[in-house]
């Protein structure tokens, strides 16, 4: 689904304190398929996931969605294929406080010009499907860590994306509540959706659901799994 060819990532180029977080990096992404960047801080995880989710560019190389060439649009094309094909869990959830659990949940499709009821029935049904349901007109800061995380996964599936990404979805969990995000990811990946995570957590990259391990260090992929 993805393809990353030669791709290089600086920050501050041309700067004193230029640096290079990504250097070298060729790798397909397969569609259908669950797929771990695994590495310690600073190997250039989060960066990769960046620019795979159109969330960035890069400095050097391609990025091919589907066998078209992306690097290079504008970004007016490429908020349209971001918000078309990718959903994204961040780390901190970065939900937005004074809102409830519903209206988080739809901000990302007002874009789209769907209707609001109709919006809003599909958010109602997302966190019907994960058991929240009875907290839909909670503001979110009023949620437990657990629920604050099925909601941002509902916001992430509210346009009904082909591909998920998660930037260390179980870093702020306990055990409990990262086996039950793995239990959710499998049924995203049952509905065939492609899934790309960063996790250094073994309960998250020695799951069945993760179909295949990318390490990362410093830059650099030094085994593809």
């Not at 509902?154 to 998920?164: F, K, Q, T, W």
């Not at 990259?205 to 295949?212: G, K, L, N």
Request: proline content about 4%; overall charge neutral.
């Amino acid at each position: 689904m993805i393809e990353l060819s030669g791709i290089r990532k600086a920050f501050n180029q041309g700067q004193h304190n230029e640096y290079w977080a990504l250097n070298g990096i060729d790798l397909a992404i397969e569609a259908n398929k669950v797929t771990a960047l695994r590495g310690p801080s600073g190997s250039g995880k989060t960066t990769l996931l960046t620019l795979v989710g159109c969330l960035a560019r890069p400095t050097e190389g391609r990025v091919r969605l589907k066998r078209e060439d992306i690097s290079g649009l504008p970004e007016r094309f490429l908020t349209e294929i971001r918000r078309r094909t990718f959903g994204f869990i961040f780390q901190q959830f970065n939900l937005i406080k004074g809102l409830t659990a519903l209206e988080n949940i739809i901000l990302p499709a007002y874009p789209t010009g769907q209707p609001r009821r109709e919006l809003l029935e599909r958010a109602e049904t997302l966190l019907a499907n994960l058991k929240l349901g009875h907290r839909r007109d909670a503001k979110v800061e009023w949620l437990s860590g657990g629920e604050q995380q099925r909601v941002a996964i509902c916001r992430a599936l509210i346009n009904d994306p082909e591909a998920v990404i998660a930037d260390e979805p179980t870093a702020n969990l306990d055990t409990h509540l990262a086996k039950e995000f793995m239990a959710i990811l499998e049924a995203l990946a049952g509905e065939g959706r492609t899934i790309l995570l960063t996790s250094h957590d073994p309960l998250v990259v020695e799951s069945a659901v993760v179909d295949r391990v990318v390490d990362m260090r410093d830059g650099v992929i030094v085994d593809c799994g």
